[in-house]
């Protein structure tokens, strides 16, 4: 190995004279004066591949077909010989293969994005129309110009290739259902299936299981939470940054309405039918789809798509070893809920979040806006919330989610004092948009939280000094269809917070507190492990807590799903005992605490009152977190921490006499 580098430079030595000696002696090598190379990898001439034709496509999908679609007045753009035929008035294609400025598509979309005064071109696009946010960018009109330069040509691949791989371009985007959908767009941009990749606790967690399992647990997050980027091969430590569009649209639109079949499996990896939009079928869950002129996709009806089934392929979670990590459907399937015939998407898409609400009792309007068709020829169905209401929230800024403009993947919007103009105004609309979708998100969070449980306090009105008094503080469950909290309950966090002040503020007791990282007093928090607090012993805490089982054979709780104490260095392998026999591996567990349906639990907190009388302020809270900052702390992500935010579910006051 030492002497490597020596040997390349002697071999590389011969090699540059000769390079030196034919640039400036080139015909006395060759005889002629021409210098010969090897073969390039593909010819500079002809040839049936172009690669500008995907990102040309992708722009057009997204941006012009809701009113180019096939067999109406407009140019067909739907696929390359359609856009490359006559249009329906015109004898003159909208492609010139080799001339750009004769291109009538070229004419139509071509502006002077940089504002430059000394440019020709006009100061706003002919198309899109209205649009500002749709204007094509520098980037993609340069890609556009250069594939009309070159020729216009398909993108196919050689001769000799008989299997092609799936690209992005292979799926359908939200963007290009927006067209013909942009309520449903609207509702799901905010929702947490939009958000699913985009989340910086998810791809920190993600990174973290790779590590601490060698790699070997493969794509199992990511599967549900991109399936498209796992389809287009997309490995699970990709990072957020190099991933494509869209793979970050996590659950999109074809990830429900493109399954052809049911898929009754848990943990995910769904066969979504790739294809573009009128290549293939779009499920929904109505028996009689309408296509009033034939220009629209073909649809048809799927009734998987109205069962909470179709929900538990992706929220039953059940780990390569045998954890039942989350367990919402199978929890749904046990519930009260259940036997009255109430599905998942009775509450989570209803008009009422956490509010069931059957498809027929709910507001009726028109679920498409097809542009050119006259909206009388489509019916009014039953309108389904797209918004898919949860627990979880965005922690990216408003300029990054729900939505993100074309070119501010292209310049740093940061900066900006070199925005153009329409940089700056269409910047300043995306962040109303966006404020307005998360203060919508928001209140629907809200409002499904306050709709899952209550508390009810019973104390004294009076007592003396130095008593000994009981709170009782009793939680009742008003979730039919699952426990609360569900979902990866070892991040939920839901509890009882009570305090007692003194006439003075002092506070006399507290439970249910924070210590300096806003952790709760519990084997988690670092402050209790160090011995500088004590362990809050009256902690009502819902959360559930990993456990594993240690060296000494005894168990202790852990944050991140991986058990080093028994393997250090941890592979995830197949499972060598019937785990499913027991529910969970011998070696690791969820220690669950989480509430069940309906049903109450109570806590008793005992208080020995100062000598002191006067009037004593009670509080008392049930609190909901979806996360909590020791995760971010083992994860890598503290500089988040202080966008958790504590919710309150329901709250107690009153005022105690001490005399």
Same mark, same amino acid.
Not at 338 to 351: F, R
Not at 455 to 466: E, W
């Given at each position: 190995m030492k002497g490597a580098p020596w040997r390349r430079y002697l071999w590389g030595t011969p090699v540059l004279l000769l390079l030196v000696v034919s640039f400036l002696f080139p015909g006395e090598q060759t005889g002629e004066n021409t210098v010969i190379a090897a073969n390039p990898i593909v010819r500079q001439d002809t040839h049936p591949l172009n690669k500008d034709w995907l990102e040309v496509h992708w722009v057009i999908r997204k941006k012009c077909n809701g009113c180019h679609r096939p067999n109406t007045d407009q140019h067909d753009f739907s696929t390359y010989e359609s856009l490359m035929g006559l249009t329906p008035h015109s004898d003159t294609p909208v492609v010139i293969p080799g001339n750009p400025e004769a291109s009538p598509l070229w004419q139509y979309v071509n502006w002077n994005h940089n504002f430059d005064p000394n440019s020709d071109a006009p100061e706003s696009p002919y198309m899109p129309p209205d649009k500002k946010e749709d204007y094509l960018t520098a980037s993609q009109l340069d890609t556009l110009y250069r594939w009309i330069k070159n020729g216009a040509l398909d993108y196919v691949l050689p001769d000799h290739c008989n299997t092609r791989p799936l690209l992005e371009t292979d799926f359908v985007s939200a963007k290009e259902c927006a067209q013909c959908h942009p309520r449903q767009y609207d509702e799901w941009s905010r929702s947490m299936h939009a958000y699913a990749q985009h989340s910086p606790v998810f791809e920190a967690f993600t990174l973290t299981m790779i590590e601490r399992t060698g790699g070997t647990i493969g794509t199992f997050c990511t599967r549900c939470h991109t399936p498209i980027g796992v389809s287009i091969g997309e490995n699970a430590s990709m990072r957020n940054v190099h991933r494509s569009r869209i793979s970050m649209e996590g659950v999109t639109c074809v990830v429900c309405h493109r399954l052809e079949k049911p898929f009754y499996k848990a943990s995910g990896r769904l066969p979504v039918t790739p294809g573009l939009v009128n290549d293939g079928c779009t499920y929904g869950p109505f028996s009689d789809p309408v296509n009033p002129d034939g220009s629209v996709h073909d649809a048809a009806s799927s009734?998987?798509?109205?069962?909470?089934?179709?929900?538990?392929?992706? !929220?039953?979670?059940?780990?390569?070893?045998?954890?039942?990590?989350?367990? %919402?459907?199978?929890?749904?399937?046990?519930?009260? %809920?259940?036997?009255?015939?109430?599905? &998942?998407?009775? &509450? !989570?898409?209803?008009?009422? @979040?956490?509010?069931?609400?059957?498809?027929?009792?709910?507001?009726?309007?028109?679920? %498409?806006?097809?542009?050119?068709?006259?909206?009388?020829?489509?019916?009014?169905?039953?309108?389904?919330? !797209?918004?898919?209401?949860? @627990?979880?929230?965005?922690?990216? @800024?408003?300029?990054e989610f729900p939505e993100k403009l074309d070119w501010m993947y292209e310049k740093d919007y940061r900066d900006t004092k070199n925005l153009t103009p329409h940089q700056k105004e269409t910047l300043t609309l995306l962040r109303i948009k966006n404020r307005q979708q998360l203060a919508k998100a928001r209140n629907e969070r809200y409002t499904l939280l306050k709709n899952a449980a209550k508390?009810?306090?019973?104390?004294?009105?009076? %007592?003396?000094?130095?008593d000994k008094m009981k709170i009782h503080v009793d939680v009742t469950s008003t979730t039919a269809g699952h426990n609360f909290p569900t979902g990866f309950t070892a991040e939920r966090q839901v509890w009882v917070e009570v305090r007692l002040v003194d006439p003075y503020g002092k506070q006399v007791f507290a439970s249910g507190d924070f210590d300096d990282n806003r952790d709760l007093r519990d084997e988690h928090s670092h402050a209790v492990e160090a011995g500088l607090l004590a362990r809050d012993k009256h902690l009502l805490n819902f959360q559930s807590k990993f456990t594993v089982l240690t060296t000494q054979g005894t168990e202790r709780s852990v944050i991140i799903p991986v058990n080093r104490d028994i393997r250090p260095i941890n592979v995830i392998r197949p499972v060598d005992e019937p785990a499913q026999s027991f529910g969970r591996p011998s070696v690791f567990r969820i220690a669950k605490g989480s509430l069940p349906p309906l049903q109450t639990v109570g806590q008793s907190y005992p208080v020995k009152l100062p000598d002191q009388a006067g009037q004593y302020r009670l509080l008392v809270r049930l609190n909901y977190r979806n996360l909590p900052p020791a995760l971010f702390d083992k994860i890598g992500i503290s500089h988040l921490k202080h966008l958790i935010e504590t919710v309150v579910i329901d709250e107690y006051q009153c005022v105690i006499l001490v005399e």
């Open positions: 009734n998987q798509l109205t069962k909470s089934s179709f929900c538990g392929s992706c !929220h039953d979670v059940t780990s390569p070893q045998g954890v039942r990590l989350e367990e %919402a459907f199978s929890e749904w399937q046990n519930s009260p %809920a259940a036997k009255e015939g109430t599905s &998942c998407q009775d &509450c !989570h898409m209803g008009p009422i @979040p956490g509010v069931p609400v059957k498809s027929w009792e709910r507001p009726f309007g028109k679920i %498409a806006v097809v542009p050119g068709v006259d909206p009388s020829l489509l019916p009014d169905r039953p309108l389904s919330s !797209h918004t898919f209401s949860g @627990p979880d929230y965005s922690l990216l @800024p408003d300029t508390i009810s306090v019973d104390h004294p009105y009076r %007592a003396s000094p130095r």
